[in-house]
C-alpha cells in the first residue's frame, strides 16, 4: 500500500505536466482544426529560462514571471505565422509550420544555453513528507496543487466570463459566432496565449522534480498529443482525463514492472483505445447526415 501511494503520486505529478500541455492542444485545435505540435517547446522554455535566471542570481519569483512573458511572447508570435498559413495553405502546412517552429526554438535554446541538465529550487524546501511509509516530496503537493487551481480557474473563465463563453460559442461554430459578434481571430489569439501559459506553468513547477533540458518538450508534447487523442480530441476535459491517466499508468509501469517500458505506456493506450473507442473516452462519434 506504500509503495502505491508512492506511485500514485509521482504519477499525478507526471500526469499533471501532460494534463496541462494536452489542454493547450485541445484548445488551440478548437480554435482552428488545427494542432500546435510545438507545445512541449512551451514547457521546456518555461522550465530552461526559470533555471537559467535563478542560477543566474534572480529571484524565483522574478525568473517565473519572465519565464511566463516569454513564453508567451513566443506562442503570439506562432499564432501570427499559423493564422496566416492556416488562411492561405491549409491545415497540413500549418503542422509543419509548427514542428519547424519547435526545432527552431530547440536550437535557439540549445546554442544559447547548452545541453545540460538544468533545475530550479523546490517552492518549499525539498525534505520528504512522510506518508505511512510512502515519502512524497512537497513540491508534487504543489504541482497538483497549481494544476488544480489552473484547471479551476479555466473552467470558470469558460463557463462565467463573457469573453470565455464567446471563445466557446467560436469553438463550436466559428461561421455563426462571427455573425453573432464574435471576433474569431481574437479566439484564436487567446488561444495561443493560453496555451503558452499553460505550457509555461507545467514547465516551472515540475522542473524542480523532473528537471529540464533543451529537448524535453519533445516527447512531453508527443504524449500530451496523445493525452489529447485519448480523452477525445476537442474535449478539454478528457484532455484533462487523458494526461493524468498516461502519468498514472507511466508510474504504475514503472514501480511495478520496469521503468524501461514505462515510455512505452501512452503508445500502448492508444492503440488499445482505437480498437474499443476510436473517437476517444469523452469524443463523441462523427455523424455523417444522409
Known sequence: MDAFIQFLFSGLTEGARYALAALGFTLIYNASGALNFSQGESIMLG?????????????????????????????????????RTLQRSGV??????TVAFGMIV???VQVTWGTQTRSIPAFSGSDPIRLGGATILPQALWVIGVTTVVLAGLAWFFRY?????????????????????????????????????????AGIVTA??????????????????????????????????????????EAMT???????????V??????????VKPSGLLGKPPVERV
Open 47 to 83: 522550465g530552461m529560462t526559470t533555471a537559467v535566471l535563478v542560477q543566474a542570481g534572480a529571484p524565483l519569483g522574478l525568473a517565473m514571471l519572465a519565464a511566463v512573458v516569454l513564453v508567451l511572447v513566443m506562442s503570439l508570435v506562432l499564432q501570427k505565422l499559423f493564422t
Open 92 to 97: 497540413l502546412p500549418v503542422i509543419i509550420l
Open 106 to 108: 530547440r536550437g535557439i
Open 161 to 201: 466570463s463573457r469573453v470565455g463563453r464567446g471563445f466557446v460559442a467560436a469553438s463550436l461554430d466559428a461561421s455563426t459566432a462571427q455573425l453573432m459578434g464574435i471576433n474569431v481571430k481574437y479566439v484564436l489569439l487567446l488561444a495561443f496565449a493560453i496555451s503558452g501559459v499553460l505550457g509555461a506553468v
Open 208 to 249: 524542480p522534480i523532473t528537471y529540464t533540458y533543451y529537448d524535453v518538450g519533445v516527447m512531453v508534447g508527443l504524449k500530451a498529443i496523445i493525452a489529447a487523442i485519448i480523452g477525445g480530441m476537442g474535449s478539454p476535459l478528457g484532455a484533462v482525463l487523458g494526461g493524468l491517466l498516461i502519468g498514472l499508468g
Open 254 to 264: 514503472a514501480g511495478y514492472v520496469s521503468s524501461a517500458y514505462k515510455d512505452a
Open 266 to 275: 501512452p503508445f500502448l493506450m492508444i492503440v488499445v483505445l482505437f480498437l
